[in-house]
Structure formats: structure tokens, C-alpha cells
């Protein structure tokens, strides 16, 4: 696959990874030979153990790290050499959701959650709109205005979440979003990330909770010391 040079976002290919290999001194070998196509518009799982590579993965293909060997593409972008502008206008265009929640623990929910808006010169009354209608989708309409390192770590999750999905991005990349959630909640933040999905948003999701893709008709990669073992499919 050539790079592609222009900004529009191909129509069938979201993310490839070609050998994909990322080690880590002294001799970790984190992935190893890691070959894999996402299509626009999917919603894809990443399953496997803790330690298996799950969220190296994530951090690979959102530029987070780079890799030791192998090519990654996204949006059309080689993004072993991506650089400046480029890289910055990519990077506005994938929202994430780490396992750890990188929030900002002085600032408010709603202040966490336009962030990536206002990066993005969004008019000001569209974002708080976006803002209150995030928190609504995920009942924490009350907790606009509270500083997010109060907040319990499942509704710092469903922070993290909705500031990730916040600016409509076209990839959208989560890691564990169901951790420290209990059923009912589960099931609004899969509502919210299905909802993002049927708007287009391509959805790469690292998780141990099998409820989430079961029954599905999405694939599901399992990784396995590093490795592809096995790419199936929710209801297969």
C-alpha cells in the first residue's frame, strides 16, 4: 500500500499493520509480527490476557509509541513518518480512551470532555450542547461542574469515554472501557460506542469482558504472549 497524501479518509481502509513488532529493552518482545486490516466503519475487538499486547497495540496505532519493525497505516497515513501538521491533524481525528484515564484531576467533567473540541475551534454553544448530551447519554448530567479527580474511577471511565468520543472522530480507540462498571452502566457505554459506530466512527476496543462482543457479528483478535492466535467472530 502506497501512502496516501491527500486528507481524505479512504473509504475501506481504516488501519493496517504489516509485521508489526514492538520490543522493549532489555529483551521484551511485546508484539511480534503483527499483520492486520480494519475496515472504515468497523468495530473490532482485542482480546487476550493481561500482558498479551493489548494496549501496546492501541498505543501503536495511535502514535503513542512507535513500532521497533513493521509498517502501520492509518487513515491512509504512514505513521512511522508522519510528522507535523500532518501528524497533528491525524491525531485530531482519533479519540481515546485509556485504561488509565489521563484525565485532568483540576479541571471539571465538562472542561475534561471539550477539550478535544476546542483544539478543534469548535463554536462554543455546539460544544457545551455536546458536552450535556454526553453526560446525559451516560448519567452524569449532575457531575458537570464537579473536578473529575473527585469522581468515582468508574465515572472517571465514562469521563475518559466521552471526551474521547466527544469531537466525532473517525477512529475511536478503547482500552478496558468496562473495568470498573456494573452491568447497567456497561451496557450505556456500549450503547454510546455503538451509537458513534453507526455514525461512521471505525471502533478498536481492548477488553476482558466477553458480555461486550458475544452474540455480535464483529470480529474479535485474540492476542496471545504478543501474537495473533486467533481473528473470530461474536457470534461464530
Avoid: W
Amino acid at each position: 500500500m502506497t501512502e496516501n497524501n491527500n486528507r481524505d479518509i479512504p473509504k475501506d481502509t481504516m488501519i493496517e499493520m504489516i509485521k508489526v513488532g514492538r520490543n522493549y529493552p532489555p529483551d521484551i518482545q511485546a508484539l511480534s509480527d503483527i499483520s492486520l486490516t480494519i475496515e472504515t466503519g468497523e468495530m473490532f475487538f482485542l482480546i487476550g490476557k493481561s500482558g498479551a499486547g493489548k494496549t501496546t497495540l492501541l498505543k501503536l496505532i495511535c502514535n503513542m509509541e512507535m513500532p521497533s519493525n513493521g509498517l502501520i497505516e492509518v487513515a491512509g497515513y504512514n505513521i512511522n513518518t508522519l510528522k507535523g501538521k500532518d501528524l497533528a491533524l491525524l491525531r485530531q481525528r482519533i479519540g481515546v480512551a485509556y485504561q488509565d484515564f489521563k484525565l485532568l484531576g483540576d479541571r471539571t467533567v465538562a472542561e475534561n470532555i471539550a477539550i478535544s473540541m476546542e483544539v478543534s475551534y469548535k463554536k462554543s454553544r455546539a460544544i457545551k450542547h455536546r458536552v450535556r448530551d454526553l453526560l446525559d447519554q451516560l448519567q452524569l448530567s449532575d457531575k458537570h461542574d464537579i473536578l473529575t479527580g473527585e469522581l468515582s474511577r468508574g465515572e472517571q471511565q465514562r469521563v475518559a469515554l466521552a471526551r474521547a468520543v466527544a469531537n466525532s472522530p473517525r477512529l475511536i480507540l478503547v482500552d478496558e472501557p468496562t473495568g470498573n462498571l456494573d452491568a447497567s452502566t456497561t451496557e450505556q457505554v456500549m450503547e454510546l460506542l455503538n451509537r458513534s459506530n453507526k455514525a461512521g466512527a471505525t471502533i478498536v476496543i481492548a477488553t476482558h469482558d466477553a458480555s461486550i462482543y458475544q452474540g455480535s457479528n464483529n470480529r474479535i483478535m485474540e492476542l496471545q504472549n504478543g501474537k495473533i492466535h486467533s481473528v473470530t467472530r461474536g457470534n461464530s
